[in-house]
């Protein structure tokens, strides 16, 4: 069993920056893959960036290459996701979650965080 915790959302300006953290429970972190998904209001939870068990592979969502980089503390049970550039279109509640595969798809995630506002103003 895994528990995760979101911490680090807030306002930020367009072009700004926000960094995001993911605290993990449980002995098994290793294990996952991590995920980051959002979700604005009205629309489906969307993939944001994954990265694999040893953090040697990562994988994006196009609208965020260039500007989102996910990593991951295996030994502090953490993930993290540094974002630069924000936009307005960037906008949503951003979850953490974790998951026995590599994968852009929700339903592969079995555990997620309460998740974490970030919100861009123009």
């Known amino acids: 069993q895994v528990q995760l915790v979101e911490s680090g959302g807030g306002l930020v300006q367009a072009g700004g920056s926000l960094s995001l953290f993911c605290v993990a429970s449980?002995?098994?972190?290793?294990?996952?893959?991590m995920g980051w998904f959002r979700q604005a209001p009205g629309k489906e939870r969307e993939f944001v960036a994954a990265?694999?068990?040893?953090?040697?592979?990562?994988q994006y969502h196009d609208s965020v290459k260039g500007r989102f980089t996910i990593s991951r503390n295996n030994a502090m049970k953490m993930v993290y996701l540094q974002m630069n550039s924000l936009q307005p279109g960037d906008t949503a509640v951003y979850y953490c979650?974790?998951?026995?595969?590599?994968?852009?798809?929700?339903?592969?995630?079995?555990?997620w965080g309460q998740g974490t506002q970030v919100t861009v103003s123009s």
């Open positions: 979650a974790g998951g026995p595969l590599a994968s852009s798809r929700a339903a592969d995630y079995n555990y």
């Open positions: 449980g002995r098994t972190f290793s294990s996952y893959t």
């Open positions: 990265i694999d068990r040893s953090g040697s592979f990562t």
